[in-house]
């Protein structure tokens, strides 16, 4: 049976890639410092003999006892109210966390996927967004914390890979929806969601005119799943080309729910990107993979899950807080 450590587990994408594995015959070992992630996302697996977790913060020294076949290393904030929250926490778990997976992987002779982000191009200067696009990304400025971690991340990855002979893959993971997204994580699809839930005005930043294009996690998850078993060791996007802007996508959603709310509108934040579409040539040429959930499709199974939260949840305005994790 194949070994595979996964990281950020208890997240939104870590969970549902357990879940993956689980149903293709690996015995999987989750760990998370649960900084952002929540348990209730994996203990479903809790009960199952081929599933363990360690609780651990994976920018400090990583061990796993035991043969590994694979990591896949999905640690970081991912929403950017975390991520402005805990910066310096950010930037660790993309920089010391990825050294000290890729020490691992390099140790047990593993293959080690990691988690990249359409970040990494900034606020895009060509759109789509195509691999060999070096970027826009403003280093200094508030989102560069998770932008700059990333990037930092792919740049070791490759460094490992050429100059150890690690066998490495890196996906680019643009906007990605679905159940167990956290209402009030700062995207704007739960975002959108919780406001219409709780009847309150659905909030735009800036004109409404930027774009986004939306990829439900069931596509994310067999992307994420062929890249891992390919031979290519170059980033590939994975993400659901068919784009939208944010005004247009306040409005299914208002249609989506039923409700009635008013749309307003808020300054931008500094350095928050006008377009995000994924150019997903290279997925469909070297993995045969595509997005197959229409966002129609994508949107109702994710607002039934919003829809079904207990009430404390859905009127929680902060997930965490994070005092017990900065030093």
């Not at 956290?182 to 995207?187: E, S």
């Not at 008013?262 to 300054?267: E, L, N, T």
């Not at 045969?288 to 966002?295: I, N």
């Not at 607002?303 to 030093?327: N, T, V």
């Amino acid at each position: 049976m194949k070994r595979i450590l996964i990281t950020g587990a208890a997240g939104f994408l870590g969970s549902h890639l357990c879940d993956r594995f689980i149903k293709e015959g690996y015995h999987v070992i989750g760990m998370d410092n649960l900084i952002t992630g929540d348990l209730k996302n994996i203990e479903h697996l809790f009960k199952l003999e081929h599933f363990e977790f360690y609780h651990h913060d994976v920018s400090k020294f990583v061990h796993v006892p035991g043969e590994l076949d694979y990591i896949l290393h999905f640690a970081s904030p991912a929403s950017p109210i975390d991520y402005l929250k805990i910066p310096i926490q950010t930037l660790k778990v993309g920089s010391l966390g990825t050294h000290n997976l890729l020490g691992l992987a390099r140790v047990k002779k593993a293959r080690i996927l990691i988690a990249s982000t359409s970040e990494v191009y900034g606020d895009p200067l060509i759109h789509p967004q195509t691999e060999d696009y070096f970027g826009n990304v403003n280093t200094i400025g508030p989102r560069g914390v998770y932008d700059e971690a990333k990037r930092f991340q792919e740049s070791i990855t490759m460094a490992y890979h050429r100059f150890h002979g690690l066998e490495t893959r890196i996906v680019r993971i643009f906007n990605t929806y679905g159940p167990r997204m956290r209402l009030n994580d700062g995207r704007v699809i739960p975002a959108f969601i919780g406001q219409a839930l709780r009847g309150e005005d659905l909030t735009i930043f800036g004109d409404g005119m930027q774009t986004r294009s939306f990829c439900y996690v069931d596509d994310q998850v067999e992307g994420i799943y062929r890249l891992l078993l390919s031979d290519y060791a170059y980033p590939v996007n994975i993400g659901n080309p068919d784009e939208i802007t944010i005004k247009d996508f306040a409005e299914e959603i208002i249609k989506l729910t039923g409700t009635n709310q008013k749309i307003v509108y808020h300054p931008l934040p500094e350095n928050d990107p006008l377009q995000r579409q994924p150019d997903t040539t290279v997925a469909k040429k070297i993995l045969g993979w595509e997005a197959k959930v229409s966002r129609a499709e994508g949107m109702k199974l994710t607002y039934e899950y919003f829809k079904a939260l207990p009430k404390d949840e859905l009127l929680r305005e902060a997930h965490k807080d994070f005092k017990d994790f900065i030093k």
